[in-house]
């Protein structure tokens, strides 16, 4: 008989996960993962966990790796030796039929390559994150005539997420506003901008707005800017905009930012992402970050552009994991549909992103506020 932690217990039927011999699992290692990896490891063996790049430092990798086998490596080194990571894989999942879940398209890059190495040894990937929903798109879009994607689910624009995305963005914003105090500042009084009106960048305005600051939205898709005047948000071109905040948070996970735009921005200026460096900030923009940064505090660095001196919180990386990422058990949500997804994946199609039915999310929608009102 299988034990599974907390409210997991009540969604898991192993019998849905019998064709899968282990997992592979991208993830942000110092969030709540020890409920999440102990279910999912109750059903299928955990062949290798990669931390994010990005909250690897605040992560207590010593306890992960007690536990489960650490792949360490980021989205670049898989870029740069492509043949190098798959052969790893190989080594980790040890000829098992196995599923990957991803978080960011961190195997975007080489999705084809999997299948052309693994054939149906690979079961298929579930993605969790918008801009890794964004990176299998395209990757979809350019190879159309072909049916060599392994079955994929992304939860990413699932409605079990919204709570975790609004509450990241809350958590966003609390460790600005401690960052900015401890440099001697307020948000209040500042003018301040969002780029990006998605999930999280709608949570950062609103938690922004209750703080009393002018907040001014930026995002290239022209229905979310007419959402965002219609919730009364003030909007302008992408120039205007830049040349008018002293704080700058970066929501789009797609490269919102170039070292172009420092022709736009003020002296003083303050920036803070709502995701990885690698994917908010041009490739440019982090190698001026990387090469000629000087530190000024511990989680605050700045660099020296056009003249003027440019604050950059936390590397350009997330900056709520400086104070933990919390967001409780809402990330069970989640977690839940993830491992749901992992069930669900021998019956997806091929070379197309599919969702689990709505059913099946107001399933483990119940579940969870079954067990959280009973606890």
Not at 34 to 56: C, D, E, Q, Y
Not at 69 to 86: Q, T
Not at 112 to 120: G, N, P, T
Not at 131 to 150: F, K, M, P, T, V
Request: charged share 20%; net charge neutral; with cysteine.
């Amino acid at each position: 008989m299988h034990k599974f932690p907390g409210f997991f217990s009540s969604i898991i039927d192993p019998t849905r996960y019998k064709n899968i011999d282990s997992v592979l699992v991208v993830m942000h290692a110092n969030v709540e993962f020890n409920n999440f990896l102990t279910a999912l490891g109750s059903v299928t063996r955990i062949a290798g966990v990669i931390p994010k790049a990005s909250s690897k430092k605040f992560a207590n990798l010593n306890a992960l790796q007690q536990c489960y086998p650490v792949f360490n490596i980021d989205r670049n080194s898989i870029l740069a030796s492509p043949s190098e990571f798959i052969e790893k894989i190989d080594c980790l999942t040890k000829n098992e039929r196995f599923a990957i879940i991803d978080m960011g398209g961190y195997f975007s890059h080489i999705a084809l390559d999997l299948v052309k190495k693994f054939d149906k040894q690979i079961v298929g990937i579930v993605e969790d994150t918008e801009n890794g929903h964004q990176r299998y798109e395209s990757l979809i879009r350019q190879n159309e005539s072909c049916a060599d994607l392994a079955p994929l689910i992304s939860v990413a624009r699932s409605p079990l997420k919204e709570p975790e995305d609004s509450l990241v963005g809350q958590a966003i914003v609390f460790s600005a506003e401690a960052i900015m105090r401890s440099h001697g500042l307020i948000l209040l009084g500042k003018h301040v901008g969002v780029i990006g009106f998605g999930k999280i960048g709608r949570s950062i305005a609103f938690s922004l707005l209750s703080r009393g600051s002018r907040v001014d939205i930026f995002d290239s898709n022209p229905i979310l800017l007419a959402l965002a005047l219609s919730l009364g948000f003030h909007t302008s071109s992408r120039s205007k905009f830049l040349r008018s905040v002293d704080v700058l948070f970066c929501a789009t996970g797609n490269k919102s930012l170039s070292i172009t735009d420092e022709v736009y921005f003020k002296d003083g200026l303050h920036i803070f992402c709502a995701t990885s460096s690698d994917d908010e900030l041009s490739d440019c923009l982090r190698r001026r970050i990387d090469g000629t940064s000087l530190s000024t505090s511990h989680h605050t660095c700045k660099i020296f552009m056009g003249g003027k001196c440019i604050y950059i919180h936390n590397e350009g990386n997330s900056i709520n994991f400086v104070h933990g990422a919390v967001v409780d058990s809402f990330i069970e949500l989640v977690q839940g549909e993830i491992i749901y997804s992992i069930g669900s994946l021998q019956d997806a199609p091929r070379n197309a992103i599919s969702y689990l039915p709505d059913l099946d999310k107001k399933f483990i929608a119940d579940k969870w506020i079954s067990h959280y009102q009973h606890v």
